[in-house]
C-alpha cells in the first residue's frame, strides 16, 4: 500500500525539527560559555561605544549596524513633521499677528479651551474696518485635546501646532494658560514666526478681497 | 614614653582586619550598581547613573586648575630631586617621566577630542580639536599614536644604552618628559575649567559611582516595618545572621604574600620596625628565622576551609529564620525554598573542594595559594572542580539562574517578603558580598590567590623547565604589592563573570534545581575525588621522567598564562581600535530634523 502524502495523521507540512540533543547541549557548560560569550560581546562592544562616544546617532544612522537606543530623556528624537505640539500665533511681516479674530477656531474647538476677545484697529490704520485682531489670545493647553481642529478651522493661518514641543508639565494649573504673548514667541519648526503662506495685506495690489477704494 | 616606642602591632591586626570588611562591604555595595548598570550596558542602555552633587562652577574651576599647577610643581620638584648631580639622569627615571608625559597629553587630547565630538563644538577650541582630531583621523588615531610612541620611546630609551647617544636619549626623556607632563595637565585643566565656564554650576557624578550611594542612604532612612503577627526579635536578627557570615568569611582568605620584617619576634613592634622590611626573600614561601611574619590574612586558622563552610552554613538559618518569623506564607514558602535550596548545594560545594585539598595537602587557604605558586594555578590541576564549584557557589549565593527563592511571579520577593528598608537592603546586599566572598574563594583556590604567573617571591623569575629566560630581582615589598592587586583583580574579574551570567541565563525550575544539585554535581564530585586520588596515586609511583614532564607541563601553564594575557591585552587594544561600521540613513522628517540640528546631542538629566 501507498504511503500518504499526507503522512499517517493526515497533517499538511513539514514537521519542525526538534532540537538536537547532542552531549555539548545536554552538559551545558558549553552552551554556558557560549551565551556567555554573547552577552560579554554585547556589553564590551556597547560599552566601548559608550564611552569613546561611537555609539549610533538613534536618529540619523536608525537602520546602520548595531541598536539604536534613545537614551530618554538624555536624548530625544525630533517628532515628525506633521505632529501637532503645542500652538504658536503666526506672525505678519510686520511682527502683528496674524490673527484676524475671527473666532474660527474657538468655534470650532471641540474642547472650548481657546479664548478670544476681538480688538478694533484704531482709526486711520489701513485695516481697520478690514479685519480685528487679538486683544486677548488664550488656550488652556491643560485642556486642549490636540485634535488640530483649530488649525484647519483658520482662513488666516494665524494658528499653527508646528513647534515641534509636545505639552510640557507644570506644577500648577495657572502655567498651563498659554496667552497671546507666550503664543506669539513660539517658534516654529524652522525656529522662525511666520509662515510658508505668503499674507497680501489690505492696501495693497495683491490683495483679494473688497477694497473699499476701489469699488 | 615616646611614641615611636609604642608596639603597633595590634593596630596593624585591626588595619588589616578593617581593610577586609571594608573591601568586601565596598565591593558588595558596587556590585549592587553594577548589576543594574552592566545589565543595562548589554542592552545598550546607561542604567543608574544620574546620582550627583552640585558643585559651585568657580570652586571646581579653582580645584581643577590649582590641583593641576599643584601635580605640575611636584613633578618638577620630583624632577629636581631625582636628577643626579652630573652626567645624566637614571634609564628608571627618564622611563617614568617620558612615559608618564606622553600618555597624560595623547589621554587629554583623546579626552577632549571626543567630549568635543560627543556633545558638539561649544566654542572655537572645541571646534579647532575636533578639526585637529578629524584630520589625524579621529580620537582613536590619537591613541593609537600615543601609544606607538610610548612603545618607541620605551624601546629608544632601553636600547640606546650608555653611551653619548644614550645619555642624550635620557636627558631628553627626562627633561622634556617634565615639561610636557606640566603642559598637558595645566592645558587639559585649563581646557576643562574654560569649558565650564558658562554653566552655574558642575555635577560631580564619578561615573555614576554615587548612585550606591544614595541608595544606600535612602534604604537608611526609609521606614521599618515589622508585620503585626511576626516575631518581632527573630524578624529583626534575621537579616543580621544572614549578613555577617557571608562578610566575615572573608577572613580566612589572605589577600597578600606574607611581610617579613627584620625584627626579633619578642621584640615590640614599633613604627620604625615598619622599616624594616626584608627586600629579598627566598622562595621558599617562609621568613627567614629571628624575623616577624605579618599575614595579610585577618583570621590565620588552621582549620581554614573549614571555617567559611560552617560559616556559609550559618547563612541557612538567616534565611530560613526570615522566612518563618515574617508571618507570611510567601516568605514562609522562600525560606524553606531557600534553606533545602542551601543544604542541597552546600554538600556539592564541600565535595567539590575534596579534590583541590587532596591535591593540596593542606586546608589552609595560605598554603594552597603557596602550592600553587610553586607548582601549577588550582584551575589547570582540577578544571573539573572548578566548573562544578562554580555552579554551586551561584546557586549558594541563591543567584539567577538559581534564584529560586524568590519569584514575583511565584511567592512575590521570597523569604524577604515582609521585609523593607535597610533590613532589606542587608539581605539584598549580603547576596552581592556572597559573591564577593565566593568570588575571593575560587580566585585563592583556583587561580592562584595573589600569586601571578612567573613573579617569585623576590623576583621576576621567568623559567620553563630548567631553562631560564629572565631573572629580575625585585623588592619583596614591592611584589607583596602587585600581589594584592593582582588579587583584587581576579576577584573583580571572577565577581563580573559571575553578574555576565545573571544577565545570560534563564532560571531553573525548582525540582530541576533538585535535581541538578543531588543527581548531577554530587555524582560528579565525588567522581572527581576518586579521580583526583587515582592520578595521585600514580603520580606518587612514577618515574623521575614523568615527574619533571609534570614539572614541565606545570611550568607551561604559567606560560600559557603570561601569554594569553598578553595576547588578551594585546587583542583589547585591537578591540578598542575597532572602527565601528555606521550607516547614515534618513528615513523620516523626525531624522531629518535630527540631522538639521546636527545629530542627536545628549543632555544631562538632573537625579
Request: proline share 5%; hydrophobic share 45%; with cysteine.
Amino acid at each position: 500500500m501507498k504511503a500518504s502524502p499526507l503522512g499517517p495523521r493526515g497533517v499538511v507540512g513539514t514537521p519542525l525539527k526538534r532540537p538536537d540533543r547532542t552531549t555539548s547541549v545536554q552538559s551545558y557548560v558549553p552552551e554556558i560559555v557560549k551565551g556567555l560569550g554573547i552577552t560579554m560581546g554585547h556589553f564590551f562592544t556597547n560599552t566601548k561605544e559608550m564611552v569613546l562616544g561611537q555609539r549610533n546617532d538613534p536618529n540619523t544612522e536608525a537602520i546602520a549596524d548595531g541598536i539604536n537606543t534613545v537614551s530618554y530623556p538624555e536624548q530625544q528624537r525630533p517628532y515628525p513633521e506633521r505632529f501637532r505640539g503645542v500652538h504658536r500665533l503666526t506672525e505678519r511681516e510686520d511682527g502683528s499677528p496674524r490673527c484676524v479674530a475671527c473666532l474660527c477656531c474657538s468655534t470650532a474647538c471641540p474642547a472650548q479651551c481657546i479664548h478670544i476677545e476681538a480688538g478694533e484697529y484704531p482709526e486711520g490704520d489701513k485695516r481697520r474696518g478690514y479685519e480685528r485682531f487679538p486683544d486677548k489670545f488664550v488656550i488652556d493647553e491643560l485642556r486642549c485635546i490636540f485634535c488640530g481642529y483649530c488649525v484647519e478651522a483658520c482662513p488666516c493661518d494665524a494658528i499653527r501646532m508646528d513647534t515641534g514641543i509636545h505639552p510640557v508639565p507644570y506644577d500648577s494649573r495657572e502655567q498651563f494658560i498659554y496667552a497671546k504673548d507666550l503664543l506669539l514667541k513660539m517658534p516654529g519648526r524652522k525656529n522662525d514666526h511666520v509662515t510658508e503662506n505668503p499674507r497680501h495685506e489690505p492696501g495693497e495690489a495683491t490683495h483679494p478681497g473688497i477694497d473699499r477704494d476701489r469699488h | 614614653m615616646n611614641i615611636w616606642d609604642v608596639n603597633i602591632w595590634p593596630l596593624l591586626i585591626i588595619a588589616k582586619s578593617a581593610f577586609i570588611v571594608l573591601f568586601g562591604m565596598n565591593l558588595g555595595v558596587l556590585l549592587t550598581w553594577t548589576d543594574r548598570r552592566q545589565g543595562a550596558m548589554m542592552q545598550d542602555r546607561i542604567g543608574p547613573n544620574r546620582a550627583v552633587i552640585w558643585l559651585p562652577t568657580r570652586m571646581v574651576q579653582a580645584i581643577l586648575v590649582l590641583g593641576a599647577l599643584g601635580a605640575t610643581g611636584a613633578t618638577l620638584l620630583a624632577a629636581q630631586a631625582l636628577r643626579p648631580e652630573e652626567g645624566a639622569p637614571s634609564t628608571l627615571s627618564a622611563l617614568l617621566f617620558g612615559e608618564l608625559a606622553l600618555f597624560l597629553s595623547w589621554f587629554t587630547m583623546v579626552l577632549i577630542a571626543s567630549g568635543a565630538h560627543a556633545r558638539g563644538a561649544r566654542n572655537s577650541f572645541d571646534r579647532f580639536a575636533t578639526g585637529l582630531a578629524a584630520a589625524l583621523g579621529g580620537a582613536r588615531f590619537i591613541a593609537l599614536a600615543g601609544m606607538l610612541a610610548q612603545v618607541a620611546l620605551f624601546f629608544l630609551i632601553v636600547a640606546s644604552g650608555g653611551g653619548e647617544f644614550g645619555e642624550t636619549v635620557r636627558e631628553v626623556s627626562f627633561g622634556a618628559g617634565a615639561a610636557l607632563f606640566g603642559l598637558a595637565a595645566v592645558g587639559g585643566s585649563l581646557y576643562a575649567a574654560v569649558s565650564m565656564h558658562d554653566e552655574p554650576r558642575v555635577g560631580l557624578r564619578l561615573a555614576g559611582l554615587l548612585h550606591p550611594a544614595a541608595d544606600g542612604l535612602k534604604t537608611l532612612f526609609k521606614e521599618d516595618i515589622i508585620p503585626p503577627g511576626a516575631d518581632r526579635l527573630l524578624h529583626s536578627i534575621a537579616p543580621f545572621i544572614t549578613f555577617f557570615p557571608a562578610l566575615v568569611v572573608l577572613g580566612v582568605v589572605p589577600f597578600g604574600d606574607a611581610l617579613c620584617f627584620d625584627t626579633a619576634p619578642g621584640q615590640p613592634f614599633t613604627v620604625k620596625s615598619l622599616s624594616t622590611l626584608i627586600s629579598q626573600v627566598d622562595s621558599a614561601g617562609v621568613c627567614p628565622t629571628g624575623s616577624t611574619t605579618f599575614k595579610l590574612q585577618a583570621l590565620d586558622l588552621n582549620v581554614g576551609l573549614l571555617y567559611f563552610f560552617a560559616l556559609a552554613g550559618t547563612g541557612i538559618v538567616g534565611a530560613a529564620l526570615a522566612g518563618w518569623a515574617s508571618d507570611n506564607k510567601f516568605s514562609l514558602l522562600g525560606g524553606l525554598r531557600a534553606a533545602s535550596q542551601m543544604v542541597s548545594y552546600e554538600v556539592a560545594l564541600g565535595l567539590t573542594l575534596v579534590g583541590a585539598l587532596m591535591v593540596y595537602g593542606t586546608i589552609r587557604v595560605d598554603e594552597m595559594i603557596q602550592w600553587q605558586a610553586q607548582n601549577a594555578w588550582g584551575i589547570f590541576v582540577q578544571p573539573f572542580a572548578f566548573v562544578l564549584f562554580f555552579a554551586a557557589a551561584i546557586a549558594e549565593s541563591k543567584r539567577i539562574p538559581f534564584d529560586l527563592p524568590e519569584g514575583e511571579s511565584e511567592i512575590v520577593a521570597g523569604y524577604f517578603t515582609e521585609y523593607a528598608g535597610m533590613k532589606f537592603a542587608m539581605f539584598f546586599f549580603s547576596e552581592y558580598i556572597a559573591v564577593v566572598s565566593s568570588s575571593a574563594l575560587m580566585a585563592a583556590i583556583f587561580f592562584g590567590g595573589w600569586h601571578l604567573p612567573f613573579v617569585d617571591r623576590s623576583a621576576i623569575h621567568v623559567a620553563v623547565g630548567d631553562t631560564v629566560y629572565l631573572h629580575y630581582a625585585v623588592s619583596h615589598g614591592a611584589i607583596v604589592v602587585l600581589g594584592v592587586l593582582g588579587f583584587i583583580l581576579k576577584i573583580i574579574a571572577l565577581c563580573w563573570v559571575q553578574l555576565s551570567i545573571r544577565w545570560t541565563l534563564p532560571r531553573f525550575r525548582y525540582d530541576q534545581l533538585m535535581r541538578l544539585g543531588w543527581r548531577t554535581l554530587l555524582p560528579l564530585s565525588l567522581l572527581n575525588v576518586v579521580g583526583t586520588g587515582l592520578v595521585i596515586l600514580l603520580l606518587q609511583g612514577a618515574s623521575d621522567t614523568v615527574a619533571s614532564a609534570v614539572r614541565y607541563l606545570a611550568n607551561l601553564s604559567m606560560a600559557l598564562l603570561a601569554g594569553g594575557g598578553a595576547l588578551g591585552f594585546l587583542l583589547f587594544i585591537k578591540f578598542m581600535m575597532k572602527a565601528p561600521n555606521k550607516k547614515q540613513l534618513l528615513s523620516s522628517t523626525s531624522a531629518e530634523y535630527a540631522q538639521a540640528r546636527g545629530g542627536t546631542h545628549s543632555r544631562r538629566m538632573e537625579a
